[in-house]
């Protein structure tokens, strides 16, 4: 079952480069996130869009901008990618912003910029 | 700010053996508190949440855990360890009092669970 699926899952670039990050559910959910997981798999909330409008925007480069179309979609882009951004990226979504929501991830984005 | 603790990075058990995860929280208010599972090689996976109610919540594949407001503690367990359980497992927090921040979720670092056949 893909309930939140990313694409790609491997992403191999070299550093300077420009990559997307795709990530869909179909929950029918009305908030999706971005996640960074360091190589300690440490968990780290970058962005989260609701209706795809804009709720949480941390501390993140602006090399890095997400972009909804819808609110079944939230991509990722990273412009002049740096050898800091290797990592796990997750998509997860909730069905809305509810403090009780349970967020359901995608299985996870591997970028390896050398 | 929401903080949540895993202070062992490790945890190693026998398999029948009970199994207990450890996972502090810091909030200003009530906590709401989230266990995930992670895999290798997979995303997170929702093991059980405690909102309001019974301390001892229950969630999939035989896991529970019990909510203790004194000492600011959600500890995963189960009664007996099965090889399979062998995983990253990582305590999240959502203080629901935080304002803007009430719908963010604040995760500990992880425990790698080795279960010993």
């Known amino acids: 079952d893909t309930a939140v699926s990313q694409t790609p899952k491997y992403l191999v670039t070299q550093m300077g480069n420009d990559k997307s990050i795709k990530c869909e559910q179909n929950?029918?959910?009305?908030?999706m996130y971005w996640y960074k997981q360091d190589s300690k798999k440490f968990l780290k909330i970058m962005f989260s869009?609701?209706?795809?409008?804009?709720?949480i925007n941390e501390t993140v480069p602006n090399r890095f901008s997400p972009k909804s179309p819808d609110k079944a979609h939230l991509n990722l882009h990273i412009n002049s990618l740096e050898l800091g951004d290797s990592a796990v990226y997750f998509c997860a979504s909730s069905p809305g912003t509810g403090n009780t929501d349970t967020q359901y991830f995608g299985p996870g984005t591997r970028l390896t910029v050398l | 700010a929401q903080s949540v603790a895993q202070p062992e990075d490790q945890v190693n058990v026998a398999e029948g053996n009970p199994l207990t995860v450890k996972c502090t929280y810091s909030v200003s208010g009530n906590p709401y508190l989230f266990w995930y599972v992670q895999y290798p090689n997979r995303g997170l996976q929702f093991l059980l949440k405690y909102i309001t109610g019974d301390n001892l919540v229950k969630g999939s594949y035989g896991f529970e855990a019990e909510f203790n407001k004194s000492q600011t503690s959600f500890h995963l367990k189960k009664p007996s360890a099965l090889v399979s359980d062998s995983a990253l497992y990582f305590c999240?927090?959502?203080?629901?009092?935080?304002?803007?921040?009430?719908?963010?979720?604040?995760f500990g670092k992880g425990t790698k669970l080795s279960v010993i056949p």
């Open positions: 929950l029918g959910h009305d908030t």
């Open positions: 869009y609701n209706n795809k409008e804009l709720i």
């Open positions: 999240a927090v959502r203080d629901p009092y935080s304002g803007a921040g009430s719908y963010q979720l604040t």
